[in-house]
T-cell receptor, first 113, second 113 residues
């Protein structure tokens, strides 16, 4: 079946540090891949997406590249801010069959001033 | 501003009560979903719907049912609430094409006592 594996948190960084949150997936075919962010007390917001191999999604300084050969979609940011503190979810969506998103367990990021 | 609206932000119900969680979207999306979010488990799919009056079980449907009488509204029903259904419930909607991510509501935090 489909599954998404994320690195466990929390990840604690100082402001302006480099961020990587690892995400790998298992799926049949070539799914679309997503990163969502959940700020405290809020629902999930779409952060970025990629729909085919080698696509790079980007938004708000965050980037992730769809790597088919390693079945990965790692999230990166060059310089984090305190306001980036949130929970980040990696997810996939199949092209056929069940069209529901499959989520990873989430990674909490804490950025300290 | 397009959105998904969940009727209650916080709910407290007693064991054995029948509970209704309501979700409305104004984006004319075909697909709607109910997830529950628990620490360490990420988001787990309860039920989803591809069209009016259609519904499909997700990964954890036991103890829940759903209703979709109109395209914009998707209701989650706890037939007889139990304490292990205490959780954050998230509703989402999306267009059918795989490239679209979800739009989430802000969530309903349900406590069953």
């Amino acid at each position: 079946g489909n599954s998404v594996t994320q690195m466990e948190g929390p990840v604690t960084l100082s402001e302006e540090a480099f961020l990587t949150i690892n995400c790998t997936y298992t799926a049949t075919g070539y799914p679309s891949l997503f990163w969502y962010v959940q700020y405290p007390g809020e629902g999930l917001q779409l952060l970025l997406k990629a729909t085919k191999a080698d696509d790079k999604g980007s938004n708000k300084g965050f980037e992730a590249t769809y790597r088919k050969e390693t079945t990965s979609f790692h999230l990166e940011k060059g310089s984090v801010q305190v306001s980036d503190s949130a929970v980040y979810f990696c997810a996939l969506k199949r092209l056929t069959g069940r069209r529901a998103l499959t989520f990873g367990s989430g990674t909490r990021l804490q950025v300290q001033p | 501003d397009v959105k998904v609206t969940q009727s209650s932000r916080y709910l407290v119900k007693r064991t054995g009560e029948k509970v209704f969680l309501e979700c409305v979207q104004d984006m004319d999306h075909e697909n709607m979903f109910w997830y529950r979010q628990d620490p360490g488990l990420g988001l787990r799919l309860i039920y989803f719907s591809y069209d009016v009056k259609m519904k499909e079980k997700g990964d954890i449907p036991e103890g829940y049912s759903v209703s979709r009488e109109k395209k914009e509204r998707f209701s989650l029903i706890l037939e007889s609430a139990s304490t292990n259904q205490t959780s954050m419930y998230l509703c989402a909607s999306t267009k059918t094409a795989s490239a679209y991510g979800y739009t989430f509501g802000s969530g309903t935090r349900l406590t069953v006592v």
